[in-house]
């Protein structure tokens, strides 16, 4: 009965409040499959393709987010500009989980990239269109800042944010895939944009790339210095003669803590004191007078 009344209130809400149904679907005890059905047959796409990633149905769910945004780009070169703001906030909350879809079908399929740039296709093709809708806009991306993005006019705002969308699932995916790769894939499917605008749109992958780049080598640096230093302790441990697996003092049999920067006394047969436990510093008082020669630490 409980179950029942879960899959009738989705129902419900897929009639009359299409809006809320994702709010619900979220919950874990609703059921996933039949919700899922639900939401496909009263066509719910947040919902659906959302339910399809908690399923891990990563290809149509990314495939349902693209249609969410295909759909809410549409009306970027509607002649009602006013609500341009608001097709924005909802093409900006689809591109946020079309990314997530990618990022977990990353850590499933490994290298797969047919998700990646399925999603960067998508930017590119709109970008393309707003390239011809609205040259101006295009031309004065790069002056919009955060501060002025306000006041600024919503076409302004569209095109800033397809910019960044791209910008932003160029620098992710050059942590999931290689350089090559993604320049051989651009040049081959969009290579007719404006040298200007292709110029703009792998400057981005190229910075991550380079800079990716320095990383590894001062991260390699760092892990050879370390080595080194690590090697050197070691050479300078092995020269003191000190058994590790007979460290205690043979005057008062306790044994010496010898961690960084204690002090003790070792001499070339091996054994080794307390400071405070050896009178004469340079003997071993346990071999002499044979030990002589003294390695204090």
Not at 79 to 93: A, G, I, T
Not at 196 to 208: G, H, K, P, Y
Request: hydrophobic content about 35%; overall charge positive.
């Amino acid at each position: 009965m409980y179950r029942e009344l879960l899959l009738l209130h989705i129902r419900l809400l897929c009639e009359y409040r299409k809006d809320d149904v994702i709010r619900y679907a979220k919950k874990k005890y609703y059921p996933l499959q039949e919700c899922l059905e639900i939401c496909r047959k009263y066509k719910a796409n947040f919902a659906t393709a959302y339910l399809l990633q908690r399923s891990g149905n990563y290809a149509e769910s990314l495939d349902a987010y693209i249609g969410i945004l295909t759909g809410t780009a549409e009306r970027f070169f509607g002649s009602k500009k006013d609500y341009l703001s608001v097709s924005l906030e909802e093409y900006k909350k689809s591109y946020a989980q079309a990314l997530k879809v990618c990022v977990k079908n990353a850590v499933v399929a490994g290298k797969e990239q047919t998700l990646w740039f399925l999603l960067l296709d998508h930017l590119y093709e709109l970008w393309k269109r707003l390239c011809c809708a609205y040259p101006e806009a295009v031309g004065e991306k790069a002056t919009l800042t955060s501060d002025d993005e306000r006041s600024s006019s919503p076409v302004r705002r569209v095109v800033k944010t397809v910019y960044d969308c791209i910008k932003n699932l160029s620098a992710v995916l050059m942590q999931h895939t290689s350089f090559e790769d993604i320049i051989q894939h651009v040049t081959s499917k969009h290579g007719e944009l404006e040298m200007e605008n292709f110029r703009d749109m792998l400057s981005a992958m190229v910075i991550t790339y380079l800079y990716q780049e320095k990383i590894f080598d001062v991260a390699k640096l760092i892990q050879g210095k370390s080595l080194t230093n690590q090697f050197g302790l070691l050479v300078r441990c092995s020269h003191k003669a000190v058994s590790i697996h007979d460290n205690v003092c043979a005057k008062c049999r306790k044994r010496v803590i010898a961690l960084i920067n204690d002090e003790f006394m070792a001499f070339p047969c091996g054994h080794i004191y307390h400071p405070g436990c050896l009178k004469e510093a340079k003997v071993c008082e346990y071999c002499l007078p044979h030990c002589t020669g003294n390695v204090p630490t």
